[in-house]
């Protein structure tokens, strides 16, 4: 075999392993990339933010301090001394009794909780009230 045939012999050998070097690089590359850009934080859990209601500021409370915290009530009804008010949060529907107390002002003296729609189960009142 002349020289110039060993060469042309070994740089086809050469040729036929770039597809496969270059595959093997392209693997290693899309394997190794990280999104350098994304927030360390991103992978903690986020902190729980404040409740956005808490029952110690809805009892006691007069209506219009009711409306101005939770908004308009989606409904109420006044039965003799008392009053029903139906606010809509966003998990669940918050009922708020309100009654005379001693010195006649009317305030929140009950306070319950209802699912959004009747296929739902009945929401815990601390939950529905951290939503808002």
């Not at 209802?114 to 815990?124: D, F, M, R």
Request: with cysteine.
């Amino acid at each position: 075999m002349i020289a110039s045939e060993t060469a042309a012999l070994r740089w086809k050998s050469e040729l036929t392993r770039i597809p496969v070097v270059l595959a093997a690089l392209l693997l290693v590359t899309a394997c190794a990339s990280t999104d350098h850009d994304a927030p360390l934080s991103a992978a903690r859990p986020a902190a729980p933010s404040a409740p956005v209601f808490q029952l110690n500021d809805i009892l006691g409370a007069v209506p219009a301090a009711l409306d101005q915290q939770l908004g308009a009530p989606a409904l109420t009804r006044r039965e003799g001394d008392g009053e029903f008010r139906r606010y809509t949060l966003s998990t669940c529907t918050l009922i708020v009794i309100l009654y005379p107390d001693e010195a006649g002002a009317v305030r929140a003296a009950h306070v319950d909780v209802a699912a959004l729609t009747s296929e739902e189960e009945k929401p815990n009142l601390e939950a529905c009230l951290a939503a808002g």
